[in-house]
């Protein structure tokens, strides 16, 4: 399976943006799914993570702006982007996983990046 992520550009500070990963099989084998983001200088850090149940998790920073989502009849993951701020400029890599028990772990299959960035 091979993700493909889209949607990334260029928003003002206060904008928004939503992020899509496109799957090309099914993604409901994949128990975990989830957004990470790198900044220029900095590790990747997980942003968002939904569970094939439907659990989610947010990094702290993003809590109240960014709503992840996955629909399994359409093999599409999203991440909508409220409130954007200037820190929120990163690459966006989709991730995918099968048997992760931890919302929070990454899994082995990973979408190319799609740039984000937040202008002030």
């Known amino acids: 399976v091979q993700l493909q992520a889209s949607g990334g550009g260029l928003v003002q500070a206060g904008g928004s943006l939503s992020l899509s990963c496109a799957a090309s099989g099914s993604i409901s084998r994949f128990s975990v799914m989830g957004w990470y983001r790198q900044a220029p200088g900095k590790q990747r850090e997980l942003v968002a993570a939904?569970?094939?149940?439907?659990?989610?998790y947010y990094e702290d920073s993003v809590k109240g702006r960014f709503t992840i989502s996955r629909d399994n009849a359409k093999n599409v993951m999203s991440l909508q982007m409220n409130s954007l701020k200037p820190e929120d400029t990163a690459v966006y890599y989709c991730?995918?996983?099968?048997?992760?028990?931890?919302?929070?772990?990454?899994?082995?299959?990973w979408g190319q990046g799609t740039l984000v960035t937040v202008s002030s």
């Open positions: 991730n995918a996983g099968t048997g992760i028990l931890s919302i929070r772990t990454a899994g082995n299959y």
């Open positions: 939904i569970s094939r149940g439907g659990s989610t």
